[in-house]
């Protein structure tokens, strides 16, 4: 079945830091895949997405390019603030179902 | 345009309950999604509605069903309360352009409820 592996969190980072969140997913045919991020108190908010290999999503800083033959979209963001604080979910959407398939969440703390 | 939003924003309820949740999605949005998330499970799928029809189900006991009206407004309820449903209740909705694998969904604020 369709699924999105995360890494573990929670990420400590000091500001203007380089930043990495791993994801890697395993879907049948050609999904479409998304990081949202989620602040304090608040609902999921898109924050970028590809859908198709090679793509290359990008917004506020972040970029993640959709990897068909390593299953990746690794989220980064050459320096981070500390409003970056928040929680990330990759997920993606497989072409011919109407589920979004979230992973597990990955907390990111940017101290200053 | 106004956003996703979510009636009652916190609730508290007792073991054996039932309780109901009321999304509103952004206007001309057909497909209604809902959400549990728990810090020990994370984002789990509830059910997605389109055009006042259960689309796709997720995992979850009988005592979680929902609804959507012909405006696209959709309601979830929860019979017979346990503790194990504390949790924020996520409603999301998404345009239903045709390309339904690249559609993006919009969230509310979530419903924070309690089970005491």
């Known amino acids: 079945g369709n699924s999105v592996t995360q890494m573990e969190g929670p990420v400590t980072l000091s500001e203007e830091a380089f930043l990495t969140i791993n994801c890697t997913y395993t879907?049948?045919?050609?999904?479409?895949l998304f990081w949202y991020v989620q602040y304090p108190g608040e609902g999921l908010q898109l924050l970028l997405k590809a859908t198709k290999a090679d793509d290359k999503g990008s917004n506020k800083g972040f970029e993640a390019t959709y990897r068909k033959e390593t299953t990746s979209f690794h989220l980064e963001k050459g320096s981070v603030q500390v409003s970056d604080s928040a929680v990330y979910f990759c997920a993606l959407t497989a072409s011919g179902t109407y589920k979004y398939i979230f992973g597990t969440g990955t907390r990111l703390k940017v101290l200053a | 345009k106004a956003g996703v939003t979510q009636t009652p924003r916190y609730l508290i309820k007792t073991r054996g309950q039932q309780v109901t949740l009321s999304c509103s999605p952004i206007?001309?949005?057909?497909?209604v999604s809902w959400y549990q998330q728990t810090p020990g499970q994370g984002l789990q799928f509830l059910f997605e509605?389109?055009?006042?029809?259960?689309?796709n189900k997720g995992n979850f006991p009988g005592r979680f069903s929902g609804r959507q009206f012909s405006n696209s407004r959709s309601e979830m309820n929860v019979s017979t309360l346990e503790l194990g449903d504390s949790a924020l209740y996520l409603c999301?909705?998404?345009?239903?352009?045709?390309?339904?694998?690249?559609?993006?969904?919009?969230f509310g604020p979530g419903t924070r409820l309690l089970v005491l």
């Open positions: 206007s001309g949005h057909r497909s």
């Open positions: 999301a909705s998404s345009l239903e352009s045709g390309q339904r694998y690249q559609e993006t969904q919009y």
């Open positions: 879907a049948t045919g050609y999904p479409s």
């Open positions: 509605y389109f055009s006042e029809t259960q689309r």
